[in-house]
């Protein structure tokens, strides 16, 4: 099963063009189920998917705000639910493999950490509260690998006096050491030309998929994480997003 996600960038930089360019790099990954941040409007998510040939999505936007959160797949949905206005997420589920998954998309706020650490502490509370044989977290968490955030679901730290139990495992960072490569950032502030001239800001790999601990359940073998939506399309001068998207394939 291949799990990806992709913020898709809310900005008229390179549009409408960059719309094709998004489907594109969707359709080459070819995931069963796509988590997609920052889309504009409902109208636009219900495009995307009828293009990149995802029969099933669910979709909310944020209050007052035509933007949301989009999950897209390629088998029907047992489950949705929208978290939106306690946190950033929305929740899907389905059934693969005769297996009970669940998804959790994530798009924490980019600017406040004491809003992320609260959101994050109400979506692993939510999550706690469904029945699955696996769940993944995946989204734009806006926050390094090196965060409290991070660290929290991780089961490496408390926050406000909670903790993430089962903990999580970050897909990208296993991934980075089965085959002794780095992992691989999302945000490229030297080579993505939406931050031409940005010699301040460092890359960083805020985009993530993360796994919980399956524990005394046999967990699912990890066969490939990687980064995608790199190319820059000359007639927009962009990649089709500010960000990269991660795709993991889990066997």
Not at 29 to 55: F, H
Not at 158 to 187: Q, R, V
Request: include cysteine; charge should be negative; proline fraction near 4%.
């Amino acid at each position: 099963m291949k799990i990806a996600t992709y913020n898709i960038w809310n900005s008229e930089s390179g549009m409408p063009y960059r719309i094709k360019y998004i489907v594109n790099e969707i359709k080459l990954i070819n995931a069963d189920v796509i988590c997609l941040q920052e889309v504009s409007s409902r109208k636009l998510a219900e495009g995307i998917a009828a293009n990149a040939d995802y029969p099933y999505w669910y979709f909310d936007n944020y209050p007052d705000n035509e933007e949301g959160l989009c999950i897209m797949a390629k088998m029907p949905f047992l489950e949705c639910e929208t978290w939106i206005g306690e946190a950033n997420a929305i929740y899907c589920s389905f059934f693969y493999n005769s297996q009970k998954i669940a998804v959790v998309n994530v798009h924490l706020p980019w600017d406040s950490v004491l809003i992320r650490e609260h959101q994050i502490i109400k979506i692993v509370n939510a999550v706690d509260k469904k029945t699955y044989d696996y769940v993944y977290m995946a989204g734009d968490f806006n926050c390094s690998d090196f965060s409290d955030v991070q660290r929290f679901l991780l089961g490496e730290c408390t926050l406000n006096n909670c903790e993430a139990l089962p903990c999580w495992f970050d897909l990208a960072s296993a991934y980075a050491e089965i085959t002794d490569k780095k992992a691989e950032n999302t945000l490229d502030f030297r080579k993505n030309p939406r931050f031409k001239g940005n010699t301040v800001e460092t890359n960083s790999r805020f985009d993530r998929i993360l796994l919980q601990n399956t524990y005394p359940q046999q967990f699912p073998v990890l066969s490939r994480c990687n980064v995608f939506g790199t190319a820059i399309y000359e007639d927009i001068a962009l990649a089709a997003s500010d960000h990269y998207g991660v795709v993991v394939e889990m066997e």
